[in-house]
């Protein structure tokens, strides 16, 4: 593993950074992970994807999601897994936006179906996905390129 | 010549840290490799898992061959314009 190093503000702040990321991620995967079905049906309430690709996505996107985090949280392609993580989450806000332009009222999914907890789609959701975003950007600009931004000593 | 103060102090200038976002052929591969990765792992968990369908079941609908399950009200007889012209 090759070291990066820098001023230690910067080295701090990525490896918050990458925590906080690794970690919004690995808990909105485990959930999904563990009940596909519960994801599929929050997906249907979305009513773009078809039928046939529903169990697909809701078994497809939260294995990227744990991937993605893992390799944020290891610096194992760490470049990579934050390009994925950013793709992510603009296809999530992208699908935010458009159910909130055509006044759908339903429960986010965002981190898998809970019946006890309901979490209905809002402009809160944007802002969060927007402050991820921007998370990854930085990450994307400070990290060295082919490099792993270590935890500081 | 002038050195940073980070230079100064032994530490790489910011500069030399700062990258464009632009993702290079590297990025790219790994994004390739992590996306193979998550779409294996997600395509296996949904071949293992059980009770789990390939394909979604579509809402249950009945068929337009298929007696209705609520009785509609009887159809009001319509009026015929052609009726009220002399």
């Known amino acids: 593993m090759t070291h990066a190093s820098g001023p230690r ?14 970690g919004v991620f690995l808990a909105a995967a485990a959930p999904k992970i563990a009940d596909p079905l519960g994801f599929a049906a929050a997906l249907a309430n979305y009513r773009v994807f078809p039928d046939v ?15 993605a985090a893992l390799a944020v949280l290891t610096g194992w392609r760490l470049r990579g897994g934050l390009w994925l993580l950013g793709g992510l989450l603009l296809a999530f806000t992208g699908l935010l936006a458009a159910t909130l332009a055509r006044g759908l009222d339903l429960d986010c999914g965002c981190f898998g179906r809970d019946a006890a907890a309901v979490d209905p789609v809002g402009p809160l959701h944007l802002l969060r996905n927007t402050g991820l975003l921007v998370l990854v950007g930085l990450l994307l600009v400070v ?4 490099a ?3 935890p500081p000593r | ?4 103060a980070d ?16 993702p290079t052929r590297d990025d790219l591969r790994d994004l390739a490799v992590l996306t193979a990765l998550g779409v294996v792992l997600g395509l296996v968990h949904l071949a293992v898992r059980p009770g789990l369908p390939l394909v979604a079941q579509p809402p249950a609908m009945c068929e337009l061959s298929e007696e ?11 009026m015929s314009i052609a009726e009220d012209v002399p």
């Open chain 1, 143 to 146: 990290t060295r390129r082919a």
């Open chain 2, 1 to 4: 010549m002038h050195l940073s």
């Open chain 1, 148 to 150: 792993v931004v270590d």
């Open chain 2, 68 to 78: 209705p399950g609520i009785s509609l009200p009887p159809e009001e007889p319509v």
């Open chain 2, 7 to 22: 230079v100064q102090r032994g530490l790489p200038a910011w500069d030399n840290l700062v990258n464009s976002p632009v």
């Open chain 1, 53 to 67: 690709a529903l169990h697909p996505i809701a078994t497809v996107v939260p294995a990227l999601e744990l991937v």
């Open chain 1, 9 to 22: 503000w910067a080295v701090v702040g990525a490896w918050l950074a990458r925590l906080v990321l690794a």
